[in-house]
């Protein structure tokens, strides 16, 4: 059990960086993606006794977040900021005018569309464990994929495109 | 930015992340507090409730020994709670301002959400709390609450200044700006048909108020719109009553 315990520190401390940044993406604001990653992994530590592998926890911890995220917004105000804060507050080493432009652009897509681009296009998952994380059929992850990536494209100024180009 | 791949979506998403690392202080320990922090307000949970729950059959035993018909309770309470069953001079008032929205109980959610959203603060205004609204068998609910500033470390203070117009840099649905003698206004929709008021005062704080269609969970069928319309949530943001002491 101590081993256990013991793989459980390893994997909270191991991931926590890496599901702060995808919580990031969702909410773009870092208190907010700071209490997200805060309450999914409490919410793994409660829960880890029913799953019996560390890959199942690594689905766990994922699908936690995704949920915690879209239920948040649906829920209380707390978990809203108005959408003029966002952008602004800068932070040293975060905000290029590109990933302003783009953390402005997410915002603006429906909670759904955005957990499906972190899963799809920044965690790298395939369309089908997109699609068991987030309870959807496979063709609505494809749908909310291509939408979404559209959007994000839409949504962004002319000017964050042509920097994203300068900087390929 | 030299790490650009054949993938354009990843990159933009790349960019919009950076190199943003966690700015929550502590350390894996401090996860595992809070967690054991949780099972033990479950555990006690559990017994207040199984507590409230006896309590209950004590006081209805009496009248339905007696065949006096107890009168029907709709209020939507959580018993273990802590909250006193007084008169409710919040509930009574919103009432009065609010004829014909449905039925207003005062109601507690639990987000379950432990962390700072957690930090359990003393009510300051005299409306403060979160008020369920029933109508035709669905329920909604509106929160108000009073926040004074320099609760968030950090912020830019221009946030928090009247004059800050959030509607100007798009993106919030809906959204109308006001100024008024002593601070403005400002109420948006967000994604899912939320209301949100904001009612900022000059250099002390703001009131908060959101009017959601419900919370399906806690407290049963939400409703297709919220329970306010943008009048009455105005109306509500700006009652002097807001601002009384409780």
Not at chain 2, 62 to 74: D, H
Not at chain 2, 187 to 202: F, M, N
Request: with cysteine; net charge positive; aromatic share 6%.
């Amino acid at each position: 059990m101590a081993q256990d315990e013991g793989a459980l520190h390893d994997f909270v401390a191991g991931r926590r960086t890496a599901l702060f940044r995808s919580a990031f993406l969702l909410c773009g604001d870092r208190d907010e993606a700071d209490d997200l990653v805060q309450t999914t992994l409490v919410k793994v530590i409660l829960g880890w006794r029913r799953l019996e592998r560390l890959d199942n926890i690594e689905a766990y911890a994922r699908r936690t977040l995704m949920n915690t995220f879209i239920s948040s917004r649906r829920r209380f105000w707390r978990r809203e900021r108005p959408f003029g804060e966002l952008p602004e507050q800068a932070h040293p080493g975060v905000d290029s005018d590109l990933g302003l432009s783009v953390r402005a652009a997410l915002s603006r897509l429906p909670a759904k569309q955005r957990a499906v681009l972190v899963l799809r296009y920044w965690e790298d998952l395939s369309v089908e464990t997109t699609a068991e994380l987030l309870g959807m059929r496979q063709n609505t992850v494809k749908s909310h994929a291509a939408r979404g990536a559209a959007a994000l494209r839409a949504l962004l100024p002319t000017e964050a495109l042509v920097l994203q180009k300068e900087a390929a | 930015m030299n790490d650009m791949t054949d993938n354009p979506v990843r990159d933009l998403l790349g960019a919009a992340v950076g190199t943003a690392e966690s700015g929550a202080h502590g350390g894996t320990e401090e996860l595992f507090a809070a967690a054991s922090r949780v099972r033990r307000r479950r555990r006690a949970g559990v017994i207040g409730g199984a507590a409230a729950l006896a309590a209950g059959a004590t006081l209805l035993a009496p009248q339905l020994s007696g065949g006096a018909a107890a009168p029907r309770q709709t209020t939507t309470t959580v018993a273990s709670s802590g909250r006193q069953a007084a008169p409710d001079r919040a509930v009574a008032h919103l009432r009065k301002q609010l004829p014909g929205v449905g039925r207003i109980e005062r109601t507690l959610l639990d987000f379950g959400a432990p962390g700072k959203n957690e930090i359990i603060k003393p009510e300051q205004g005299a409306l403060e709390g979160i008020f369920s609204v029933s109508k035709g068998g669905r329920t909604g609910y509106f929160s108000i609450d009073l926040r004074e500033y320099g609760v968030e470390p950090g912020k830019d203070p221009k946030f928090n200044s009247p004059d800050y117009n959030a509607c100007e840099t798009g993106g919030t649905a809906d959204c109308s700006y006001e100024r008024l003698s002593d601070g403005s206004l400002t109420i948006y929709r967000l994604d899912d048909g939320t209301l949100v008021a904001q009612r900022r005062l000059s250099g002390r704080g703001d009131v908060l108020i959101n009017d959601s269609r419900g919370n399906r969970a806690a407290l049963g069928p939400e409703m297709a719109a919220p329970p306010l319309s943008r009048d009455q949530l105005r109306k509500i943001a700006l009652d002097p009553e807001e601002l009384a002491k409780p």
